[in-house]
């Protein structure tokens, strides 16, 4: 078993905000990273900045919607560790609008990213895990999978079935793997308003720039989990400005 300090975890959107506060924080700790995402630029720096640090990361570009992949992820934690602890499954879109608006495709890309996405990695890490008798699930959802408000039902839905799916495979798992859900409130990336409607990109962006918290609050709260003995599990983490009704 690896210690805590050098476990094999790869995140998938890991080029910015949440995936990259968990990169750096994982990394200065000592784990080996294996880190998805689709802006090759931005993934690259992540992964220079982490190892002229004298971090252990590796680029692999990942479409999550794309099956074959979130393979290519955990196949290159095989390839280059020889194994692989932890999946965090953060990559997501938020690209919300109101239905009248008809935004089809971004409600596609939504289940397909987040949904989709997290069963394409849990396809590829599930056997992985089986074959080694342990790993760990980090699945991200959002405080919008609680409390829906308009104009965001299509990603509060998604974000509920992160719930849904990381329950079902919690109480499938067995004693040797482990199932987290990390649930954030307003986190200050550049993600918050992108691709969604102007009207509600500026009031997202706006209450971002009054109350979010810092990305790295989140990457604590999944370092948390990660870091619990092997029998524990922590099923689920809020973790939200303390301005955030
Ligand atoms: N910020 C918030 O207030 C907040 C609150 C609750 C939950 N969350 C959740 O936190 C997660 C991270 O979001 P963030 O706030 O850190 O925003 P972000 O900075 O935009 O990060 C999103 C990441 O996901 C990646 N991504 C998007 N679609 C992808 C795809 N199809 N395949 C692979 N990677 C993809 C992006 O990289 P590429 O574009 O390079 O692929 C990027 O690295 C999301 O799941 C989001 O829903 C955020």
Known sequence: ?????????????ASSGIGEATARLLAGRGARLVLGARREDRLNAVVDGITARGGTAVGVLVDVTRRADLRRLTDTALERYGRLDVLVSNAGTMAVSPFDELRQDDWDAMVATHVTGLLNGIGAALP?????GTGHFVNVSSTAARVVKSPQAVYAATKAAVHVISEGLRQESGPGLRVTVVS???THTEGVGKGASPEAAVAMIR?????AMPPSAVASAIGYAIDQPAGVDVGEIVVRPTAQA
Do not use: L, S
């Open 1 to 13: 078993m690896p210690t805590d300090q050098d476990k094999v975890i790869a995140i998938t959107g």
């Open 128 to 132: 992985v895990f089986r074959r080694q």
């Open 184 to 186: 954030p409130g307003f």
């Open 207 to 211: 209450m971002r720039d009054e109350i």
